[in-house]
């Protein structure tokens, strides 16, 4: 089932340290039901970040949007294309392979995203992504990140309401303008959710979980 993947999102640029570190965090936007915060860390001029929102779906339906590889690229902002290089779909394991579409006149990105898939005691579900540095060969026409963290997390609040969460940092690579970077880490989660709040609102059929997330 190559359809089946877990997904980076559209890849945010922040700095490199843990997703986690996010206690001091600002809240950015707050706007049509979504949250997005970001953290500085006094070691780098560039953000981590944070987003959530509520929609009123399934949580299958909303985690079963992100595991389609095969309609990712039709929505998620600056995603160009993507490979499922292994699956483990009973161990939740997974390994692919992104191009990031940046514009004009930056390289585009590419990186290989090690990750998991699992759903704990209280149901919810996690998606978790890191780039590795192997994987993949190497594309001159690209620039490889290889500092890359990126989760998902999806609440069950209710038969057709979920929680929906984003957070992650990563290393750009290359010459990018900071003030380009910071503007993009807050602007880009937003537009994400927004266009998955988007997707979902459409009619279609919800697509089945694998074993390990039921």
């Known amino acids: 089932m190559k359809k089946w993947i877990v997904l980076a999102g559209a890849l945010a640029m922040a700095a490199s340290v843990p997703a986690q570190n996010l206690q001091n965090a600002k809240l950015n936007i707050h706007k049509n039901n979504i949250k997005v915060w970001t953290y500085q860390h006094p070691q780098n001029p560039v953000f981590l970040y944070k987003a959530e929102t509520t929609f009123p779906v399934s949580i299958e339906k909303a985690a079963g949007l992100i595991?389609?590889?095969e309609h990712a690229i039709s929505?998620?902002?600056y995603m160009g294309s993507v490979k499922v290089l292994s699956r483990d779909d009973q161990k939740g394991e997974f390994l692919l392979y992104?191009?990031?579409d940046f514009p004009f006149p930056l390289k585009d990105r590419?990186?290989?995203v090690k990750?998991?898939?699992f759903k704990d005691a209280q149901g919810v579900i996690h998606i978790q992504n890191k780039a590795v540095s192997?994987?993949?060969p190497l594309n001159p026409s690209y620039v490889r990140l290889t500092h890359y963290e990126g989760d998902w997390t999806f609440q069950k609040l209710g038969a057709n309401r979920v929680k929906v969460s984003t957070y992650g940092y990563?290393?750009?690579a290359g010459?990018?303008?900071t003030s380009f970077v910071n503007m993009f880490v807050q602007q880009q989660p937003y537009q994400m959710l927004q266009k998955m709040k988007l997707e979902l609102s459409l009619p279609g059929r919800e697509r089945p979980l694998p074993a390990i997330l039921r």
């Open 67 to 69: 595991l389609d590889v």
């Open 75 to 77: 929505w998620v902002p």
């Open 110 to 112: 590419d990186l290989v």
């Open 175 to 177: 010459s990018i303008p």
């Open 98 to 100: 992104m191009v990031l």
């Open 134 to 136: 192997q994987g993949y």
């Open 170 to 172: 990563a290393d750009p």
């Open 115 to 117: 990750g998991r898939m």
